[in-house]
């Protein structure tokens, strides 16, 4: 390992200390800007314009062993360098791996370890796992067992599954972050503890509250599910001629209170019809049903009849095999699943995205102004999801995780825009798009707070300042993320890292820094 820039040469010399009192090599661990690895290893699945801020991380660390993450937390606090941690890299600000003053990255993509205990129907799960290996992993010992967590499998535990995770069986399973039964994480002091040694409150911080504020995860022990040996998919669009207003209008009435087996998730866009060649807009309902698809269609009939869905569209497979149709890989061997670079429907490219919750539905006028939006941007640019809620997600209280969007909300709105070049004023103009267009929703989505999803990062909704963080400036973004519990979020913060020493732009402040 040698570095030829100054600035970053005393934390090496720092950690290749640490690491020798510690019998580490800090080969194949440690890489510095010049070291030819660096640029690959910096890679994130989705950009931002931000990501080619010229402040590089001064140092990337993929550890190992525990021991090698303590020498790096030791020689951050000597040194005062931030820490960023990054498992899978899918931040939608990119804080994993960016940061306007100096950090070293601790990516986690060494800690993947996965082992599945069939009978207690449990798994310990390194954070630097992705979720395509995690349900690999668990489908080859198992076809009735799964984890409910998202659709992208390149994403990983550490960031996912400490900040939430929403993912097609969350109606009948709830979300990730309430399977989480143990973890394993590395506080402030160094120390590792566990959820008997971390104490309740810390437990229930990381179960939703995102771990960024409060340690490195190093695993996590999860429940696992069980599920059917068949379940039933389907993937139906419908245009603005064949009555897309209408039926969108209509899911915002049963998508919540249907069958808590089916998820219904709604995807809009604007397209060229290929039959006028006009651009209309496309409703696109998404479907995963934990059942045969003759158990399927008797509810559909009676709930959604309006969609006229038909035997010859839904498809029956193993949930592993559902796995690979959500992510758009469908023709793919599940070995696809094991990597972690993005691919079919998750090619990289600059990104930002958005979130909403809704307690009404959303009148048709209010869908006509969202189809002028969708109709301004470039086509298959802007992009709207609907997430249904209800089901399980409404088994917790809102203070029970610090994820607190439960009963009384009947979808999250993901709002998204992509775009492959940056330059030409391109970034300024789908940025502009994505926050008018947010703009206008103001009156049909969740208020005091508007609520937002904490995976779906924004940092429009506000940031800490660098040093001078106050609660009441936090407390803007942090009770849309959170709600109440942002509140409790902030005193277990206090206790276990009042020097504030995990921060980013949007973690939880310690009271006693607040002005
Ligand atoms: P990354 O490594 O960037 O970490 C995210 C945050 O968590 C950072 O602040 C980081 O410092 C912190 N962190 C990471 N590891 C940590 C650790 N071990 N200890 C402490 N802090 C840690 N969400 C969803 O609910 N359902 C879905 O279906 C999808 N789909 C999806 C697709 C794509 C293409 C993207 C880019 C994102 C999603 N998401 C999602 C959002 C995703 O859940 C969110 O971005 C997660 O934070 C990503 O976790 P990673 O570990 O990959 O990110």
Redesign the pocket.
């Known amino acids: 390992v040698s570095s030829t820039q100054d600035h970053n040469k005393p934390f090496l010399e720092c950690l290749i200390d640490q690491f020798q009192s510690s019998n580490a090599d800090p080969s194949n661990v440690v890489f510095s800007p010049n070291n030819a690895s660096y640029a690959s290893l910096l890679l ?3 950009l931002r314009p931000e990501s080619t801020s010229p402040l590089r991380p001064l140092l990337i660390v993929t550890p190992y062993y525990e021991r090698e993450i303590q020498a790096v937390i030791y020689c951050c606090k000597k040194l005062g360098t931030q820490i ?9 600000e ?4 960016v940061s306007g003053i100096p950090f070293v990255v601790l990516d ?1 993509r060494n ?1 993947r370890s996965v082992s599945i205990n069939t009978k207690d129907k449990t798994a310990w799960v390194e ?2 796992t ?1 979720l395509g290996q995690l349900y690999h992993t668990i489908a080859r010992h198992s076809k009735t067992l799964a984890f409910t ?4 499998p ?7 599954i ?6 097609m069986m969350s109606r009948k399973h709830s ?2 972050a309430d399977h989480i039964i143990d973890a394993k ?1 590395t506080n402030a002091d160094g120390q590792i503890v566990d959820r008997r040694s971390m104490g309740g409150d810390l437990f229930w911080a ?1 179960r939703g509250g ?3 504020s ?5 695993a996590f022990k999860l429940q696992l599910v069980t599920i059917p040996g068949t379940v039933t998919v389907f993937d139906v669009s419908r245009t603005l001629e064949q009555n897309a207003t209408n039926l969108v209008h209509k899911w915002q009435y049963i998508a919540d209170k249907i069958d808590k087996n089916l998820l219904l998730r709604l995807f809009l866009q604007s397209i060229t019809s290929p039959i006028h060649g006009n651009r209309t807009i496309q409703a696109n309902f998404k479907t995963l049903y934990l059942g045969r698809v003759h158990n399927l269609l008797p509810i559909m009939q009676e709930k959604f009849p309006e969609l006229g869905l038909l035997p010859e569209d839904c498809i029956e497979m193993s949930w592993i095999e559902s796995v690979l149709y959500f992510a758009g890989l469908r023709n793919e061997s599940l070995d696809i699943l094991l990597s972690r670079i ?1 691919t079919g429907i ?1 090619n990289p490219v600059y ?1 930002k ?1 958005k979130s909403d919750y809704v307690r009404q539905p959303i009148p048709i006028n209010g869908l006509k102004g969202i189809w002028r939006f969708l109709h301004e941007e470039d086509e298959n640019r802007g992009k709207l999801q609907f997430s249904p809620y209800g089901g399980a997600l409404n088994d917790y209280s809102e203070s029970e995780t610090p994820f607190a969007h439960r009963a009384g909300y009947i979808f999250m709105i993901h709002y998204m825009v992509s775009w492959t070049r940056p330059g030409n004023n391109e970034s300024e103009r789908h940025m502009n798009w994505i926050r008018r267009l947010y703009g206008y929703m103001a009156p049909y989505v969740s208020k005091n707070p508007r609520a937002a ?5 924004d940092l429009d909704l506000g940031t800490n300042n660098e040093g001078n963080t106050s609660y009441a400036q936090a407390s803007v973004w942090g009770l849309k993320y959170f709600g109440n519990n942002f509140n409790r979020l902030v005193s277990v913060k206090t206790k276990v890292d009042p020097s504030n020493f ?1 921060r ?1 732009e ?2 939880v402040p310690p009271l006693y820094l607040s002005a």
Request: charged share 5%.
């Open positions: 994130a699945p989705n960023r941690v990054r498992s899978g890299g899918h931040d939608y990119g804080l994993s791996y986690m800690f954070v630097g992705t967590a998202g659709v992208c390149t994403v990983g535990v550490g960031g996912h400490s900040g939430g995770g929403y993912g979300i990730a994480v990381i995102g771990g960024t409060f340690g490195i995860v190093l993005p998750y990104f995205g999803y904490f995976n779906y990062r995990f980013n949007q973690s």
